[in-house]
């Protein structure tokens, strides 16, 4: 079978590939993931996932790479990770009463019989939050401590009693990795799944 390649570090892309892959190799792309000038969210997530899977596909020939990138969207301006407990404060109290985008963006690269596959998908996920207070914000962020998530919350934890509503093609997406768009990329890419 031919080796399958996750171009991330995340322990969350990691967690779900492993659903529908049991076996895969894991490889950091070493890419600069500035955003460049006048770049929306959505340009930069869709570039840097095509730039991940290439970077490690030029080590792994032969191999299926799986790239993917995902930014957070308040008011037109990327939320990146927080990294402290004050920052994750101030992007939840930002987020409340009001809609975040997070734009996923993955690119599965494979040889075919033709040459080289070259797959693209992008999943958009709203999130409207509901209000929150700073006691709660405070609560929620000393409870989970999501300083590694783009908009310091974890769905698949607490912070799903953050929202009012999230509305979604693919929940999978939301966490980091889009599964229903990778699992039929694979498929395409020669790779036997249910």
Known sequence: MTAIVLASTSRYRRELLARIVPDFVVQAPTVDETPLADET?????????????????????G?????????AELDG??????????????????CSGKT??????VTL???GPDGKIHRHATDCTRVVFRQLDEASIARYVAAEQPFDCAGSFKVEGLGIALFSRVESDDPTALIGLPLIAVAQMLREAGVPLP
């Open 109 to 111: 690269i494979a040889d």
């Open 41 to 61: 969210p959505l340009q930069t997530v869709q570039r840097l996932a095509k730039a991940k899977a290439e970077a490690v596909a030029r080590d792994h020939p």
């Open 77 to 94: 301006r990327a939320l990146g990770k927080a990294g402290t407990a004050e920052a994750a404060c101030r992007q939840l109290a930002a």
């Open 100 to 105: 975040v985008r997070f734009h996923t963006a």
């Open 63 to 71: 191999a299926i790479v799986i790239g993917s990138d995902q930014l």
